[in-house]
Nanobody
Framework: QVQLVDSGGGLAQPGESLRLSCTAS????????IGWFRQAPGKEREFVAA????????LDSDSVKGRFTISRDSAKNTVFLQMVSLKPDDTAVYYC?????????????????WGQGTQVTVSS
């Protein structure tokens, strides 16, 4: 069993930065993929980015490419999402998620474990 605790959301102005953290407890293997999804009010959940725990593969969505960077600190069992140049369209609840045997794709059905979510609001 894996538990995920995500944090770091808040209020930012357009153009500002935030960093989200996702700390995992339990047994994490190199095959795991840990990433982020987001859901804005009235919209479907959307893939943002994910990284294989081995560190050899990352995937970003086109909507955040070049602005968001996912990384992991294996010693701390933590995955980070550094978000820069934030836009109002980035406003959403961001959920950390983990996939036991991640194929490297963006399908949420592959992710077995979910954090509680952290709110990101981008507004002037």
């Amino acid at each position: 069993q894996v538990q995920l605790v995500d944090s770091g959301g808040g209020l930012a102005q357009p153009g500002e930065s935030l960093r989200l953290s996702c700390t995992a407890s339990g047994r994490i293997f190199s095959s795991f993929g840990i990433g982020w999804f987001r859901q804005a009010p009235g919209k479907e959940r959307e893939f943002v980015a994910a990284i294989r725990w081995s560190g050899d593969y990352k995937l970003d969505s086109d909507s955040v490419k070049g602005r968001f960077t996912i990384s992991r600190d294996s010693a701390k069992n933590t995955v980070f999402l550094q978000m820069v140049s934030l836009k109002p369209d980035d406003t959403a609840v961001y959920y950390c998620a983990a996939s036991t045997y991640w194929s490297g794709r963006s399908y949420d059905r592959e992710f077995d474990y979910w954090g509680q979510g952290t709110q990101v609001t981008v507004s002037s």
